[in-house]
Structures are given as structure tokens and as C-alpha cells.
């Protein structure tokens, strides 16, 4: 029984990976080559989010709550809310679409890459899945709870985020800066 | 005269698909893949004049040109990897090594669970060998389409269409073939139609996709900073250790 299931899986599987390579080939038939340029700019984007460091700060700042809490009515409070409510998701929502914008050029120049490692290409698959469950976990809870409650959750993900850069930053201190140096020399064959 | 019109219908897109992969010029581009064709319509025009003429011999005739079927089946999947990563040389030098791990891997362990059987005729031995074989190269043909999918492979409109068709063609047989090998189903008449009917199908969107020679998706420009991984995991590092420190700042209380 368990044979017949792992086959039926296997055949629904491959059903729905042709079906999204369909999706991608019919989203991308126009597209150019992704350059370094594409993959800079992704970056800027995903940076951009984050220029009002401070605003986005003050969405989550439990001070506006106790201010409003004292000297607004009940309307206000729950206008207050609503509002906070909406930039925060937005601003959950506009990080994970250039999180996995980034991801996805990255995924497309490691595919033009000569010696793409396994490894890292593991485990950033593994972080970038974690980020994704942490982040649509924020979300949810943004919208259960409003943004002050789900603060220490924000907090959280915060750490697992941490964690999860962190990788990046090990990784990054052990890369060769000769080897990229020569990166921007043209290649030798 | 339903299964003949079948036949009938199978027989002429195969024929149509050859013809036009020869006009077109795309015989030489997809050499494994028209001997699969031509291979498929050599034997059901035999497995037809045998099925009228000699009834005793058509199953035996079926299941011994059903392992020629697979294995070039497995040529056409070879084909399928290699024209969609051609631009690609590192994902498809590390592709290739996980391919053939799992490859040993699974034949392994569908050789073991094939002699612990055993088998009580020459023709049933064939059957399970070809079915064990089938689930093999579907499991190889998952891996690759979930590559292509993660790596954002660009296709082409004729190896996009020839992949979806084979994987429409393997996926569904794979699972009517275990629903046949279940015991009592062996005889059951709708699972043995679903099989030319998928089949038909699989041939519409080859001939269709496969009509007249598209355009290849272009090769990255040489660039050694775009194909320098070392750099460009980096970068991508950097961004999100950035973006982690970023976050951090913003959301901690």
C-alpha cells in the first residue's frame, strides 16, 4: 500500500512540477538574460524597503498604542489599529516579495555559475524556507493581533532572521578575497 | 472500433510528428527523441498486425518491446537534461552526479525487490522489470523538473512542449501502471484505455509544440563576474545579512 502511494505521489508531482515549469516558461518567455545589473538593482530594492528605518520602526512602537489608549475614544483607537495593522502587513508583504525577488536572480546567476556549490545552495534554500514560514507567520499574526501584540512573535522571527544571516555572514568571511578579486578580471580559459 | 480509432489516431500524430520534425529540421536537434517516436510506431504497427493475425503472440511481443520502449525512454530523458542545461555547465555537472546517485540508488533497490519476487514466466519477469524501470526514470525525470524549476532554466517553445508532454506521458503511467500491478486490477478495462488516451494526448502537444523549429532561449553573455559563484553568493550574503541587521533594528521592542 504504502509502494501504491509513493507512486501515486511521485506521477501527481511530476504533474504539478511541469505544470510550474508552464507558469515560469509562460511569466518568462520575454525575459532577457538576468545580469549582475538585474541582481544590483534587486538589491537596492530590497535595501529601499528599509530606508525609513524609522518610520517603519513607529509602526511597531507600543508608546503610540499607550498614547492613543489615554487620549483617544474608542474610534480613534480602533482606526489607530486598523491602520497600523495595514502598514505593517504591507511592509511584511513588500520585504518577502523582495526577499524572494533577490533569491530568484540569485538562483538564475548561480545557474550560469561554473562551480556552484551544493552546499551553500542547500543551505540557503534551507534559510531562505525558514525566513519564508517566519515571515507569512509574522503576517498572520499581524493580522490576528494587530502589530502590538505580536511584537515578542515579531521579536522572535527576529532571532530566527538573525540566524539565518548569520549563515551568510559565516560563509562570507571565509570566501577567498583574491579569488574575488579576480572576479572582475575577465576569465581565463 | 473505439481502441482501433485510438490506435488509428496514435499511429497518424506519430507519423505527423515525424514528418514535420524532419521538415523542420529538428530531427538532428532531438535525435533520441524521434527514435523514440519511431520507435513507438514501429511497434505498435507490429503489436497490430499480431493482435489480428496472432492474437497468442501479442503479449509476449508487447512486454519484450515494452524494455526497448523504456530504455529509450530513458535516451529521450537523457536528451531532455542535457538540452535544458546546456547553458547552465556548473548546475548541470552537479546535477548529473545527484542524478546518477539516485539512479544506482533506486535501480538497486528495484533489482533487489525484483529478484526477492521472483517471477513465474519470462513475459511476467519482463512486465515487472519494464514497470520498476518506469518508476525509476519517473523519479529521475521529478528530480529534474524540480532543477529546472529551482534554477529558473530557460526553455525553449520545442523543449518546452517535449518535456511537458514526456512528463505528462510518464507521470500519468506510472500510476496506471501501479494501479495494474495491484492485485485484481490486472484485468481492468478503464485503466488499460486511460493508457492510449494519455498517450494521444502527449502527442497533440508534441506535434503542436514541436510544429515548426522555435527559437532557443539565448546564452548568458561572458561575463566572469555573472559566472563567478564565489562573488555572486557574496552578494547575496551580503544583501541579507544586511537585511537581517535591518529587520533587527526595525522590529526589536
Known amino acids: ?189 | 472500433m473505439e481502441a482501433n480509432l485510438i490506435w488509428l489516431g496514435g499511429a497518424v500524430l506519430e507519423a505527423v510528428l515525424l514528418f514535420r520534425g524532419w521538415k523542420a529540421g529538428l530531427l538532428s536537434r532531438y535525435k533520441f527523441f524521434y527514435a523514440y517516436v519511431a520507435w513507438v510506431l514501429l511497434t505498435q504497427s507490429l503489436g497490430f498486425w499480431f493482435y489480428k493475425h496472432n492474437p497468442s503472440s501479442y503479449l509476449t511481443l508487447y512486454w519484450d518491446t515494452q524494455l526497448v520502449t523504456v530504455a529509450a525512454s530513458y535516451a529521450v530523458c537523457v536528451e531532455i537534461f542535457k538540452s535544458a542545461l546546456r547553458h547552465s555547465p556548473g548546475v548541470a555537472r552537479d546535477a548529473q552526479k545527484l542524478l546518477l546517485v539516485v539512479f544506482v540508488a533506486a535501480l538497486s533497490y528495484a533489482a533487489s525487490d525484483f529478484f526477492h519476487r521472483g517471477f513465474s514466466s519470462v513475459a511476467r519477469a519482463a512486465a515487472d522489470l519494464g514497470a520498476y524501470l518506469s518508476y525509476v526514470e519517473a523519479l529521475l525525470l521529478l528530480l529534474m523538473l524540480w532543477l529546472f524549476g529551482r534554477y529558473r532554466i530557460s526553455f525553449g517553445r520545442n523543449l518546452l512542449g517535449l518535456t511537458l508532454g514526456y512528463s505528462l506521458w510518464v507521470g500519468i503511467d506510472v500510476v496506471i501502471l501501479v494501479l495494474l500491478f495491484l492485485p485484481g486490477n490486472g484485468a481492468s478495462v478503464g485503466l488499460r484505455r486511460l493508457a492510449p488516451l494519455v498517450f494521444l494526448i502527449t502527442l497533440m502537444i508534441w506535434c503542436a509544440s514541436l510544429w515548426s523549429s522555435q527559437p532557443e532561449p539565448l546564452p548568458p553573455a561572458e561575463s566572469a563576474i555573472d559566472r563567478d559563484y564565489a562573488l555572486l553568493a557574496a552578494k547575496t550574503r551580503a544583501a541579507l545579512a544586511h537585511l537581517s541587521a535591518r529587520v533587527g533594528r526595525t522590529l526589536r521592542p
Open chain 1, 1 to 189: 500500500m504504502s509502494g501504491l502511494v509513493s507512486i501515486v505521489l511521485l506521477g501527481t508531482l511530476i504533474l504539478i512540477f511541469s505544470g510550474r515549469l508552464l507558469v515560469q516558461w509562460s511569466r518568462r518567455s520575454h525575459a532577457q538574460v538576468v545580469t549582475i545589473e538585474d541582481y544590483s538593482q534587486a538589491r537596492e530594492a530590497l535595501d529601499s524597503v528599509f530606508v525609513e528605518t524609522a518610520a517603519i520602526k513607529r509602526i511597531f512602537a507600543n508608546e503610540d498604542m499607550e498614547f492613543i489608549s489615554q487620549a483617544g475614544t474608542g474610534d480613534v483607537q480602533r482606526f489607530f489599529l486598523k491602520e497600523r495593522k495595514r502598514l505593517a502587513i504591507q511592509w511584511v508583504r513588500m520585504t518577502q516579495k523582495q526577499v524572494a525577488h533577490l533569491m530568484d536572480l540569485h538562483l538564475k546567476l548561480a545557474s550560469y555559475t561554473y562551480e556552484p556549490s551544493p552546499r551553500s545552495e542547500g543551505r540557503l534554500t534551507v534559510n531562505h524556507v525558514c525566513f519564508i514560514l517566519a515571515s507569512n507567520g509574522v503576517s498572520v499574526f499581524l493580522w490576528l493581533f494587530g502589530p502590538f501584540k505580536a511584537v515578542r512573535i515579531v521579536a522572535y522571527t527576529v532571532r530566527a532572521a538573525e540566524y539565518f544571516c548569520s549563515e551568510f555572514r559565516l560563509r562570507l568571511e571565509k570566501i577567498d578575497p583574491v579569488k574575488l578579486g579576480s572576479a572582475r578580471q575577465p576569465r581565463s580559459l
